[in-house]
Nanobody, 114 residues
């Protein structure tokens, strides 16, 4: 399975971005899709995840600001990010977990700065 993440960039504090993760395989049998992020010098952390049945979960630091959603017909998962803060700056990775294994995308840089 190949995952292609996109949508990162430079945005001012308070701004918004939408990340996309397109999978090379159908997501109809996926267990979970998730977005992680890793800031320089820090460990990779879970930001948001969505299950195959549509359940979602978020890190406390992004609750109320980020929304994860899926468009199965396009094999795509999105992360809508609003009210961005400088501490959201990181490389964002998408992850897909199927019953046969787990795969990672290549990462997309999000920089929040004035």
């Amino acid at each position: 399975v190949q995952l292609q993440a996109s949508g990162g960039g430079l945005v001012q504090p308070g701004g918004s971005l939408r990340l996309s993760c397109v999978a090379s395989e159908s997501l109809f049998s996926v267990k979970t899709m998730a977005w992680y992020r890793q800031a320089p010098g820090q460990q990779r952390e879970l930001v948001a995840e969505i299950t195959g049945s549509g359940g979602t979960a978020y890190a406390d630091s992004v609750k109320g600001r980020f929304t994860i959603s899926g468009e199965l017909s396009k094999n795509t998962v999105y992360l809508q990010m609003t009210s961005l803060k400088p501490e959201d700056t990181a490389v964002y990775y998408c992850n897909a977990v199927f019953f046969i294994g787990s795969w990672w995308g290549q990462g997309t840089q999000v920089t929040v700065s004035s």
